[in-house]
Structures are given as structure tokens and as C-alpha cells.
């Protein structure tokens, strides 16, 4: 089993639309997530970090489920601009992270 | 502004010839990673250092070195031992000892060999 798994997409939906992506991960000890937004042929960019049960800021929702180790990030209200591959990061150690293999989310018009 | 500096942007290479790919921060991070990225595929460990004159092989060590020699600099080196040099690579950084501190990465080099 990898140590982060994401469902790889792509996830092809309207401008508007509300759309949610999981991530697993295999490490039960990992405290703090990450999520990395990756535009085609650039580095990745940090996103939110999760901490706790979940983080918000503005039309993005990070939740964790410690129980059933995944989390989730939730877009709502699209954008065009939305467009990339988002990228699911688990700090394994304070020197290790995993990255899953990321998913890719296209906002059509 | 702080920030991760890699260069060049595009390095073009001769089959054979080793090259030093360059990757500088003034975040004042004590870890600093090089990570390979392949089309459609997830960032792979190179090689990573928690503190100076200090470094430990990732995932995909063979065929690469590395130093830091200072805490700002950590310079990749691509041998000739390296079978599929062609990828994109990213330096990054982080607080070392802080569980919950992200990655800072760098805008990448990519690396084409022929």
C-alpha cells in the first residue's frame, strides 16, 4: 500500500460547481496535512495546512478524519482559475514527507 | 522577499556529462530536499539535509550527490551513473524539528538529457 493515495482524476466539472477530493494515507502518527496546488510545468504552491479536525479559508475546506485517515479538500463556488493538479502531502517524520500522486480538477465554461 | 532560488530554468545536457543544478534560500530553513518529478507522476525523495555538512539519501539517491557546505545553499549534482536523467527537478525547504511546518519549494529546473 502506498503511504499516500489519491484518486488521480481527472475531476471535469462546470464553473459554479462544488467539488471534493480525499486523500489516504497509511501512517497513523502523522499529526499535520498538507494541501499543494500544482499548475501544468510549475512547482507546487501550499494551499492550507491541516492541523486539527479541518481548515477554511474562503471557498476551499480541508477536513481530516483521523479514524478512517484521510482528508478531504472541498472547492466550492469554481473558478476557471481552479484549474490545476492539487496535491496531497503527509509529513512522515520532521525530515520526510509522502506526496500522493495528486489529482487533477479541469473547471469548464 | 524570502524565498527558494533554483537555476537555471532549462538545462539542456549531452548524454555522459555530469551537471550541477543550483538551489538557493534565504528563508533562514534548517532542511532543505531535492525532490524528481516525472510527467504525470508524484514527487520522488532525491536527497535531503537537516543541517549543514549533513545529508541523507532519499528514495532515489543513485546517480545523484549533493552537498551543503552553507545553511543557504544545496547544490544537485546529476552524474553520468544516472540511467533517465531527463525529469523536472524541484528543491524545497522547510523548519527541520517542527512536525507541522510545510515545504517552501523552489520554481524548478528542468533538465533535458540526449
Known amino acids: 500500500r502506498k503511504e499516500v493515495e489519491q484518486d488521480p482524476g481527472p475531476f471535469n466539472v462546470p464553473e459554479g460547481a462544488t467539488v471534493a477530493f480525499n486523500c489516504t494515507y497509511s501512517n497513523s502518527a502523522s499529526q499535520s496535512f498538507f494541501w499543494y496546488r500544482q499548475d501544468c510545468r510549475k512547482e507546487p504552491k501550499l494551499l492550507m495546512s491541516v492541523y486539527s479536525s479541518g481548515n477554511e479559508d474562503g471557498r476551499f475546506t480541508a477536513q481530516l478524519n483521523r479514524a478512517s485517515q484521510y482528508i478531504s479538500l472541498l472547492i466550492r463556488d469554481s473558478k476557471l482559475s481552479d484549474s490545476a493538479t492539487y496535491l496531497c502531502v503527509v509529513p512522515y517524520n520532521f525530515n520526510k514527507f509522502y506526496f500522493g500522486s495528486g489529482t487533477k480538477l479541469n473547471v469548464k465554461p | 522577499d524570502g524565498g527558494i532560488t533554483q537555476s537555471p530554468k532549462y538545462l539542456f545536457r549531452k548524454e555522459g556529462q555530469n551537471v550541477t543544478l543550483s538551489c538557493e534560500q534565504n528563508l533562514n530553513h534548517d532542511a532543505m530536499y531535492w525532490y524528481r518529478q516525472d510527467p504525470g507522476q508524484g514527487l520522488r525523495l532525491i536527497y535531503y539535509?537537516?543541517?549543514?555538512?549533513?545529508?541523507q539519501k532519499g528514495d532515489i539517491a543513485e546517480g545523484y550527490s549533493v552537498s551543503r557546505e552553507k545553511k543557504e545553499s544545496f547544490p544537485l549534482t546529476v552524474t553520468s551513473a544516472q540511467k533517465n536523467p531527463t525529469a523536472f527537478y524541484l528543491c524545497a525547504s522547510s523548519i527541520a524539528r517542527l512536525d507541522n511546518s510545510p515545504l517552501h519549494f523552489g520554481n524548478g529546473t528542468r533538465l533535458t538529457v540526449t
Open positions: 539535509s537537516q543541517i549543514v555538512n549533513d545529508f
